[in-house]
């Protein structure tokens, strides 16, 4: 087994750990909760299983690729875990960007495959064709009548200036905002972040600039 590539299983962070609500339920022998740090291969070593059979029967999407602070993980087929039935912001996130993920590749797009700007007109079908460079997006869509402004919003684009927050130096970076955390900080997917064709992670909005759908 290629250890490396299940190594860089994403754990949310400890913000989006707190939303993530549990019940009350105890953790039996045959679960494990997940703490920070750990992966689907560390636990089902310690189990004595596979890492396919814990993404198996916890239905983990991504092959296992999110897992959650907090969250009880069955280790074997007879495992039972409980979550609250009424799923919270953060869960209906990546619920969405995976479903997302099944057509991305058919949207109309002007923007390189791959690229940060190709994901987030690939993942909102609203944003402009021809933007430019992700640094230009905000003048672009105020052109064409986007509203621009500091405030963020579910669905929104995040403009990063280039260097900000981990951008690109020279290009800048967007992004989609997926969901604004209690504290002030956001959860986005992004493309051309290094791990695959999208991924998450969470940001301040200090200095970011968000285009709204009209």
């Not at 299983?9 to 989006?16: E, G, H, Y």
């Not at 869509?141 to 927050?165: C, D, I, M, R, W």
């Not at 972040?193 to 991924?199: E, K, N, P």
Request: glycine residues 8%; charged residues 15%; proline residues 2%.
């Amino acid at each position: 087994m290629n250890t490396s590539i299940v190594k860089t299983i994403f754990l949310a962070t400890a913000t989006m750990g707190a939303a993530f609500v549990m019940s009350n339920a105890e953790v039996s022998a045959d679960t494990h909760r997940v703490v920070k740090d750990d992966t689907v291969y560390d636990i089902a070593l310690a189990n004595n299983t596979s890492v396919s059979e814990i993404v198996r029967i916890n239905d983990l999407p991504s092959n296992g690729h999110w897992i959650y602070v907090g969250n009880d993980l069955k280790v074997n087929e007879e495992s039972q875990t409980k979550t609250s039935d009424t799923e919270n912001n953060h869960d209906t996130a990546f619920v969405a960007i995976d479903k997302r993920n099944e057509n991305i590749k058919n949207a109309n797009n002007s923007y390189p495959f791959g690229q940060c700007t190709w994901y987030v007109k690939a993942s909102l079908g609203w944003v402009g064709n021809y933007w430019g460079n992700a640094q230009d997006w905000a003048k672009s869509a105020q052109t064409e009548g986007y509203q621009v402004n500091g405030e963020a919003k579910p669905g929104s684009v995040a403009v990063f200036s280039p260097g900000l927050h981990g951008a690109d130096a020279t290009y800048g970076h967007v992004a989609v905002v997926e969901h604004v955390n209690s504290d002030g900080t956001i959860l986005i997917s992004e493309g051309n972040a290094g791990r695959g064709l999208y991924s998450t992670r969470t940001v301040p909005t200090a200095s970011v600039q968000f285009i709204h759908q009209n």
